[in-house]
């Protein structure tokens, strides 16, 4: 039987790259706006949206929290759009993204951004639900509306354990 353990990773551009982008002010392309009042961190994330009638959506989630170790049972992808996720209160959360194998999740990994810290998970990626841990969180959402399935989940027969290493 294959080990079904997920260990938690500190979020990087580098280690996020196959996945999205990372969402954050460091090492951002910024200059100054406004007269000089208010500096753009600029252009953070690509946002993807494909299909008919498309459009970008802002929403605010507001998630309850999860408890470690977790038992992941489901995942999903949006053939359609990009989803970026950008905490909006102080949360502690996990990112869970995998590659894709012939229409299967294959090759999990999970990731705790830091506190100012965001992701865009790519179009057609695999990924967890939203996960805050330790308390009821709110993120804001970019992701897409329009006409079309945009969504397609994945339930795992044997659930994966997600949590610090062992």
Do not use: C
């Not at 990372?22 to 299909?51: C, K, S």
């Not at 990994?109 to 965001?118: I, K, L, Y």
């Amino acid at each position: 039987m294959t080990d079904r353990h997920i260990t938690i990773e500190p979020l990087t551009a580098g280690a996020f790259a196959p996945f999205g982008q990372v969402i954050e002010r460091q090492g951002a392309h910024h200059y100054p706006i406004n007269a000089g009042m208010t500096e753009r961190f600029h252009d953070l994330a690509r946002v993807e949206l494909g299909g008919v009638h498309a459009r970008p959506l802002i929403s605010i989630f507001h998630g309850k929290p999860y408890a470690l170790p977790l038992s992941l049972t489901l995942v999903e992808r949006h053939p359609q759009g990009s989803q970026a996720f950008y905490p909006i209160s102080q949360a502690s959360w996990l990112v869970i993204v995998a590659e894709d194998e012939g229409g299967t999740p294959v090759r999990l990994r999970a990731f705790r951004p830091g506190s100012d810290q965001g992701v865009n998970i790519a179009m057609n990626t695999w990924h967890g639900v939203l996960t805050p841990l330790e308390r009821e969180s709110e993120f804001l959402v970019v992701d897409r509306g329009g006409d079309g399935n945009n969504l397609e989940e994945y339930v795992f027969d044997t659930p994966w354990i997600v949590g610090a290493a062992s």
